[in-house]
């Protein structure tokens, strides 16, 4: 089945350190892609980062890079240097094949960062 | 600028009492999709369109009825809403098997 996990439902760091958060996903396809979102309180579902699964290297956007272990199916979300605008709910996502040729996006259940000042 | 819009963002209404949410992007993409969140359980699809005239359905179809007439829209038609369909919507576009997907600003529903 293709299924994203992300196990940590709560995470908290102090402000200007890194933090990791968790994904780990299962799918028979050779071909996927893995994206993190964010979601504020606002609702708003704001896209961070992509990984195809053929890139040798790990995907990085500014202060967001992607720890991807295709071996251990895992896409970490590093986030370095904290800040207090990072509080929020983050999701993790695989880009799947659908049985009728389409694709569509399978969500993990997230994770809530919160960063103290 | 490019965006997916829905509308409402916000509704309340009863029971039975049919209702659409709109969707419409600005990005000339082929493929749109409606997923649906609730607490503790992520992001679920709804429904696919991946042109115009073509719909699947996704993980969560029941009770729910979408068209797609024209590539930029894609409304959500509830017939019949009952309590368990209170939910925050979002819609979301890409081009087919493109890199990400473009979500609109969700539209919250409550069904009383």
């Known amino acids: 089945a293709q299924k994203i996990t992300q196990t940590q439902p709560g995470m908290f760091v102090q402000e200007k350190e890194a933090v990791t958060l968790d994904c780990t996903y299962d799918?028979?396809?050779?071909?996927?892609?893995l994206f993190w979102y964010k979601q504020p309180s606002s609702g708003e579902m704001i896209f961070l980062i992509y990984?195809?699964?053929?890139?040798?290297q790990n995907a990085t956007e500014g202060r967001y890079s992607l720890n991807f272990q295709k071996a251990r199916k895992s896409a970490n979300l590093v986030i370095s240097a904290s800040q207090l605008g990072d509080s929020a709910m983050y999701f993790c996502?695989?880009?799947?094949?659908?049985?009728?040729?389409?694709?569509?996006?399978?969500f993990g259940k997230g994770t809530k960062l919160t960063v103290n000042p | 600028e490019a965006q997916v819009t829905q509308n409402p963002r916000y509704l309340i209404t009863v029971t039975g009492k049919k209702l659409t949410v709109t969707c419409s992007q600005n990005?000339?993409?082929?493929?749109m999709s409606w997923y649906r969140q609730d607490p503790g359980l992520g992001l679920r699809q709804i429904y696919y369109?991946?042109?115009?005239?073509?719909?699947d359905k996704g993980d969560v179809p029941e009770g729910y009825k979408v068209s797609r007439k024209e590539k930029r829209n894609f409304p959500l038609i509830l017939e019949s809403p009952s309590p368990n369909q209170t939910s925050l919507y979002f819609c979301?576009?890409?081009?087919?098997?493109?890199?990400?997907?473009?979500f609109g600003p969700g539209t919250r529903l409550t069904v009383l």
């Open positions: 799918t028979s396809d050779q071909s996927y892609g």
């Open positions: 369109s991946m042109n115009v005239e073509v719909t």
């Open positions: 996502a695989m880009r799947v094949r659908t049985q009728g040729g389409s694709e569509k996006l399978v």
């Open positions: 990005m000339n993409h082929e493929y």
């Open positions: 979301a576009s890409s081009q087919v098997q493109g890199l990400r997907q473009y």
């Open positions: 990984q195809g699964s053929y890139d040798e």
